[in-house]
C-alpha cells in the first residue's frame, strides 16, 4: 500500500473528507463547511460538526438548484398559493399561516438524494457529495395537511407539485429551478411541514427563508425551499426534475445505460448514520475506552438498531441508542470500544432498519444518477 495513513484512510472509505475548494467568497456561504459548487451554491458539512442534537443553522448543509431570490425585508407578506384539485384555492401569507393555523415544531432530517454519490465506480456525474449532505433540525411551522385540508383536497387528488421563488440558474423565466412533488398520502403525513423557523429563529435565507416545505424521510429535494405554490394535480407531478430523482427498477451492473421508462421515483431514503465523534484523523491515547457517538436515520421504515466495529467489520458492538425527539429525526447512538494495543484503527458504524436491512460496507445499487448511497461512514483514529 502507498500513501499517506490519512490518504489510506480516505481510500478506505472516505474517512479524511475532501475538500473541494471554499465558497466563503459567495454571499451566504457557510464558514467550515466545503463546498461543492459556487454557482449555485453547494455545501455539505463535516460529520464531525454535526455532533449535536439539533444541527445549528450555520452548519446545515445547502443544496441551490438555481438563482438565491431577493428576499423582502417584510415576510410576513409572503404569498404560498394553493391550488389545483381543491374546493376553494387558497391565497395565504405567511403572516395569516403563522395566526390561522396550529403551529407544531417538529426534529426532522433533511438529506439530500445525492449523499453519498462520491463513492459510485464509475462516477456519477452530479454533486459529489460524501457524507456531508445531510441535517437535523428543529422546524417549526404548520403542517402541510392542515393547509390542504382547510382548502378542501378533491377526490381526484393524485399528487403535489412544488414551486419556489428561485429563479433558473440561466435566468430564463420560461423555466423552473426545481419543482417536484409528492404522492398525496405522503403530502397529508402528520411530520410534512411548511416550515418558516429552524431551531426557533428564522432560517438562513440559504435554506429557504422565509418558507419551506420538510417532507421528512423522502429525497431533500421534496422540501422546496422559499416556496410560494402548491399545485395539487390529478396526476403525478412532471415538474423540473421530476425525471431526474429515479433510480433503475430493478438491479443494474456499473456503468449501464437504463432506459427512463425503466427508472422510478425515489420515495422513502435509505438507513443511514453517521459518526460525529472522534472526528476522523483523532489521534487517542492508548489504555482506556474510547468513546463512539454519532446520529442514525431513515426513511418511512424506523432505525432499529446500530453497531459499531473497530476490526474492519469482522466484529461488531451494539451501540446504545437514544428515543427519537419524535418520528423522522435522527437518533443519537454511543458506543465504547477498546482497542487492543496501539495503532491505526478505522471506527466503523453500521444502522440496521426495522425491516433488517443493515447498510452495507461498500456502495449499494449503482444507477446511473448516483443516489442513495447508504454505504457505512467510517473514520480514521491513531491510538498512541
Ligand atoms: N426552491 C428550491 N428548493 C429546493 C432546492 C432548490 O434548489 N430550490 N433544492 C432542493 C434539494 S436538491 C435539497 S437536497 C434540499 C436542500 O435543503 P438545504 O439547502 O436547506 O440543505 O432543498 C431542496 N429544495
Ligand atoms: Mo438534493
Given at each position: 500500500m502507498s500513501g499517506s495513513p490519512t490518504r489510506?484512510?480516505?481510500?478506505?472509505?472516505?474517512?479524511?473528507?475532501?475538500l473541494v475548494g471554499t465558497a466563503e467568497a459567495q454571499e451566504g456561504a457557510k464558514a467550515g463547511l466545503a463546498a461543492l459548487g459556487d454557482r449555485p451554491l453547494v455545501q455539505e458539512t463535516p460529520p464531525h460538526l454535526l455532533d449535536e442534537e439539533a444541527t445549528p443553522a450555520a452548519r446545515f448543509f445547502v443544496r441551490n438548484n438555481g438563482q438565491v431570490p431577493e428576499i423582502p425585508a417584510a415576510v410576513e407578506g409572503w404569498r404560498l398559493r394553493i391550488d389545483g384539485e381543491v374546493e376553494r384555492p387558497l391565497d395565504l401569507t405567511l403572516a395569516q399561516l403563522k395566526r390561522d393555523f396550529e403551529s407544531a415544531t417538529l426534529?426532522?432530517?433533511?438529506?439530500?438524494?445525492?449523499?453519498?454519490?462520491?463513492f459510485f465506480r464509475p462516477a456519477a456525474s452530479g454533486n459529489q457529495w460524501t457524507f456531508g449532505g445531510v441535517g437535523c433540525a428543529d422546524w417549526t411551522g404548520v403542517r402541510l395537511r392542515d393547509v390542504l385540508q382547510r382548502a378542501g383536497v378533491k377526490r381526484s387528488a393524485v399528487y403535489t407539485g412544488h414551486y419556489g421563488a428561485d429563479a433558473h440558474l440561466s435566468g430564463d423565466p420560461q423555466k423552473?429551478?426545481?419543482?417536484?412533488?409528492?404522492?398525496?398520502?405522503?403530502?397529508?403525513?402528520?411530520?410534512?411541514?411548511?416550515?418558516?423557523?429552524?431551531?426557533g429563529a428564522d432560517m438562513p435565507v440559504m435554506n429557504g427563508h422565509p418558507l419551506r416545505l420538510i417532507v421528512p424521510g423522502?429525497?431533500?429535494?421534496?422540501?422546496?425551499?422559499?416556496?410560494?405554490?402548491?399545485?395539487?394535480?390529478?396526476?403525478?407531478?412532471?415538474?423540473?426534475?421530476?425525471?431526474?430523482?429515479r433510480m433503475p427498477?430493478?438491479?443494474?451492473?456499473?456503468?449501464?445505460?437504463?432506459?427512463?421508462?425503466?427508472?422510478?421515483?425515489?420515495?422513502?431514503?435509505?438507513?443511514?448514520?453517521?459518526?460525529?465523534?472522534?472526528?476522523?484523523?483523532?489521534?487517542?491515547?492508548?489504555?482506556?475506552?474510547?468513546?463512539?457517538?454519532?446520529?442514525?436515520?431513515?426513511?418511512?421504515?424506523?432505525?432499529?438498531?446500530?453497531?459499531?466495529?473497530?476490526?474492519?467489520?469482522?466484529?461488531?458492538?451494539?451501540?446504545?441508542?437514544?428515543?427519537a425527539a419524535n418520528r423522522y429525526a435522527w437518533r443519537r447512538f454511543r458506543a465504547s470500544v477498546r482497542p487492543p494495543e496501539q495503532g491505526y484503527y478505522e471506527i466503523w458504524a453500521r444502522a440496521t432498519d426495522a425491516q433488517g436491512r443493515a447498510q452495507p460496507a461498500s456502495p449499494p445499487g449503482w444507477n446511473p444518477h448516483g443516489y442513495c448511497n447508504n454505504q457505512q461512514h467510517r473514520v480514521a483514529v491513531f491510538v498512541t
Open positions: 489510506r484512510a480516505l481510500l478506505a472509505g472516505g474517512a479524511a473528507l475532501p426534529r426532522l432530517v433533511i438529506e439530500c438524494a445525492g449523499n453519498g454519490r462520491r423552473t429551478a426545481i419543482s417536484r412533488g409528492v404522492p398525496i398520502a405522503k403530502a397529508l403525513e402528520a411530520h410534512t411541514l411548511i416550515a418558516w423557523a429552524m431551531n423522502w429525497p431533500g429535494s421534496c422540501s422546496q425551499k422559499w416556496l410560494t405554490r402548491i399545485w395539487v394535480r390529478d396526476r403525478e407531478h412532471d415538474g423540473e426534475k421530476m425525471a431526474q430523482y427498477a430493478y438491479p443494474v451492473a456499473p456503468g449501464t445505460e437504463v432506459p427512463e421508462s425503466d427508472m422510478e421515483i425515489i420515495e422513502s431514503m435509505p438507513v443511514k448514520s453517521l459518526i460525529t465523534f472522534p472526528p476522523t484523523g483523532a489521534r487517542v491515547r492508548f489504555g482506556g475506552a474510547l468513546d463512539v457517538r454519532g446520529h442514525a436515520w431513515s426513511g418511512d421504515v424506523e432505525v432499529a438498531h446500530v453497531d459499531v466495529s473497530i476490526d474492519f467489520g469482522a466484529t461488531w458492538t451494539r451501540a446504545s441508542l437514544a428515543p
